[in-house]
């Protein structure tokens, strides 16, 4: 690697003032859109229209910014918007013709993602369809979910180590005698790779091993907690359900067909709500035989069973953890409370570093939005 590609890698980590602005913009695109798909939730909506609005926000407002630059920016959707209803783990977005509707004391798992310039911002937030505090097993889990977010955002910060956050997590879910998800991680993120190399495991076990990795500062991690009051071992019931793909980068072959190259050229995540027309889903299936694309798989646990979702993107900045992604949740009365000395000890730990006096102000710090918002 030259000494120019080695200072400009450096330069798109948080170090860069102009890389933070970015993530937060997209973050703040993001949190509106989250709140927009929280607003249409309601009984008898459509799932796919929902998740269509969620889309939708996010390409409209990404559209607007960086207009006028000279090199081209590309910004948008980094991860199609899922509703993931009830004992439903993770992402189910629809095609079009799905007609599935969300009905009353529903729980709705929404996830989704923007990026501008491939720096990518993604939440995830759980969301009861009722009216007044959610109660019993399905405040346990949400609130399960949440504090397990709360200590993780405490723990992801240098010099702490990723097994840290593994094993915390657990210990919280049981408190509320809930169970961690396995098979859900968390990973760094890179401009364009929203799932980079360093990983934290929801739950640790003999199948699935992770390198040791330690955080360190002008990082960015994707904090994913998914919580079931179920064995938290998820199976796929319908492969027909998987909307969601990711281009396999480390995968090659020579594509006969028109629409499998042109698939084979999407960058990041993409949903195949997109890919309606025929041709195009010819096109996914030639690329899915050969293995060129990674599936997001529809999961489920059994029926009856309580899932919660929250996930969070967080910038490890020189003055602390930076969390740009968040909803508010309603109101919930657990069954359960936190009596543990050690999550009670993991809770108290400041999010942000003291300022320490004198020294000039550390790069990354400010943020400016100009350059995005003009003539916009």
């Known amino acids: 690697m030259s000494d120019d590609e080695v200072r400009e890698e450096k330069e798109l980590d948080l170090s860069s003032p102009e890389v933070v602005t970015k993530y937060k913009l997209a973050a703040e695109i993001l949190n509106k859109a989250l709140q927009l798909v929280v607003s249409e939730c309601k009984p008898k909506a459509k799932i796919v229209d929902i998740c269509e609005k969620g889309d939708s926000y996010i390409k409209e407002q990404t559209g607007n910014m960086y207009k006028n630059v000279k090199k081209k920016i590309e910004r948008g959707v980094a991860f199609p918007t899922c509703l993931s209803v009830n004992n439903t ?73 990723n097994q840290d956050v593994t094993e915390a997590i657990q210990k919280v879910a049981a408190a509320y005698d809930c169970k961690i998800v396995e098979g859900v991680l968390s990973h760094q993120m890179k401009q364009f790779v929203i799932d980079g190399n360093k990983v934290v495991l929801s739950v640790s076990n003999p199948e699935t091993r992770v390198d040791d990795a ?94 919660a979702h929250i996930k969070f993107t967080v910038l490890l900045m020189p003055n602390g953890s930076d969390r740009i992604t968040s909803h508010t949740l309603q109101e919930l009365q657990p069954t359960k409370t936190v009596d543990d000395p050690e999550i009670k000890g993991w809770l108290s730990l400041p999010v942000k570093s003291k300022k320490k006096g004198g020294g000039k102000k550390k790069k990354g710090k400010g943020v400016e939005k100009s350059e995005a918002m003009e003539e916009t």
């Open 89 to 161: 783990v993770c992402h189910y977005s629809p095609l079009a013709s799905d007609e599935t509707v969300l009905e009353e004391g529903d729980i709705v798992k929404i996830d989704m993602g923007c990026h501008i310039d491939g720096f990518i911002a993604v939440v995830g937030h759980t969301h009861v369809l009722q009216q007044g505090p959610v109660t019993g097993r399905a405040a346990d889990v949400i609130a399960a979910a949440n504090t397990a977010a709360e200590v993780a955002l405490r723990l992801v910060k240098p010099g702490k180590k």
């Open 214 to 307: 330690e955080f360190e500062e002008n990082e960015v991690y994707s904090i994913d907690i998914v919580t079931s009051t179920g064995d938290g071992k998820p199976k796929l019931l319908d492969e027909k359900q998987t909307t969601i793909y990711k281009r396999a980068v480390d995968k090659s072959y020579h594509l006969k067909m028109k629409a499998s190259r042109f698939i084979f050229s999407l960058n990041g995540v993409f949903g195949d709500r997109a890919l309606e027309e025929k041709r195009a889903r010819f096109g996914l299936v030639e690329c899915v035989n050969h293995e060129l694309l990674q599936p997001y798989p529809v999961l489920h646990e059994k029926p009856g069973d309580f899932v």
